[in-house]
């Protein structure tokens, strides 16, 4: 036992790199002892949400944890590309939603790839300033927005709780060695 807490002594520290002040929040409750930090908000590649956290691993560099939200409506074309549709996410009320979060871990030779989803539904709101007050958690009567403000369980209902929840166990979806991923070179998102 004295041996591992030596050699973990000298193990690589892993930082958490986000450009949002509101996840470096929430990601500080939910990985206390995970160095966090805030960080450029970087190209994001045109893709699926896997590839997008692939290459956002790879381009925040090793010992980096990187995140990437992604909303599913049905009938709706929106997923990684969030941030560029929120001001119309009032425009999809009453339909089916689903919210995901990615966390990709890079080692210096893998990515990781870690994932918390939960489902909803679309509802009005007279708050805009996040799809949390649009989202309806399934199994609650409460928005993502409102039930942050009980003393419910965060891993209950939040996707990046339980994307968190998958890294601190080691829990992934995708594992990719970095010199299989090739250099990106098709469209960025919102370019």
């Known amino acids: 036992m004295i041996y591992l807490q030596t050699f973990e002594k000298f193990l690589p520290k892993f930082t958490l790199v ?17 160095r966090i930090e805030e960080g450029k908000d970087l190209p994001e590649v045109e893709s ?13 560099g090793p010992f980096t944890i990187s995140e990437d939200t992604s909303l599913e409506i049905e009938g ?18 009453g339909k089916k939603a689903y919210w995901k979060v990615l966390l990709a871990k890079n ?34 009567d409460k928005t993502l927005g409102e039930l942050k403000a009980t003393d419910i369980e ?17 829990k992934f979806i995708v594992r990719k060695r970095i010199k299989f991923i090739p250099e990106w070179t098709g469209k960025y998102q919102n370019s």
């Open 154 to 170: 965060p891993a209950l209902y939040s996707a990046r709780a339980m994307a968190a929840k998958n890294l601190r166990e080691d």
């Open 107 to 140: 080692d210096g030779e893998y990515i990781k790839v870690y994932e918390g989803f939960i489902k909803g539904e679309i509802i009005s709101s007279d708050d805009i300033s996040s799809f949390d007050h649009y989202f309806l958690v399934d199994g609650y």
């Open 76 to 93: 709706e074309e929106i997923g990684v590309n969030l941030k560029w549709f929120k001001s119309k996410i009032p425009t999809f009320v």
């Open 48 to 60: 699926d949400d896997v590839t997008v956290a692939l290459y956002k691993g790879v381009d925040n």
């Open 18 to 34: 986000t450009s949002n002040k509101r996840k470096i929040r929430e990601y500080k409750e939910f990985l206390p002892d995970l």
